[in-house]
Nanobody, 125 residues
Framework: QVQLVESGGGLVQAGGSLRLSCAAS????????MGWFRQAPGKEREFVAL????????SYADSVKGRFTISRNNTKNAVYLQMNSLRPEDTAVYYC??????????????????WGQGTQVTVSS
């Protein structure tokens, strides 16, 4: 069983920055692909970014490319999302997720077995 706990959300003005953190339990964290997703009110949950087990492969949604950076620290069982140049349209609940199955690296919501409770990010204009 994997437990994920996000932190670091909050209210920020447009153009500002936030850093989200996700603390994970589980001895095999270093083998998981980790992802960040977000869900705005009335919208479906969408992919934001992912990082493979080693940190050597990352992928981003086009909407955040160049502004967000995902990283991980396997010694601390943690994954991070640095968000810069935030926009009002980035407002959403942000979720950390773990793909413990291995195999093809994917940004599909259904590829991830474990989810955190989410952290709210609100960007004011």
């Amino acid at each position: 069983q994997v437990q994920l706990v996000e932190s670091g959300g909050g209210l920020v003005q447009a153009g500002g920055s936030l850093r989200l953190s996700c603390a994970a339990s589980g001895r095999t964290f270093s083998t998981y692909t980790m992802g960040w997703f977000r869900q705005a009110p009335g919208k479906e949950r969408e992919f934001v970014a992912l990082v493979n087990w080693s940190g050597g492969i990352t992928s981003y949604a086009d909407s955040v490319k160049g502004r967000f950076t995902i990283s991980r620290n396997n010694t601390k069982n943690a994954v991070y999302l640095q968000m810069n140049s935030l926009r009002p349209e980035d407002t959403a609940v942000y979720y950390c997720a773990a793909d413990a199955q291995g195999g093809i690296i994917s940004g599909r919501v259904d590829a991830y077995e474990y989810w955190g409770q989410g952290t709210q990010v609100t960007v004011s204009s």
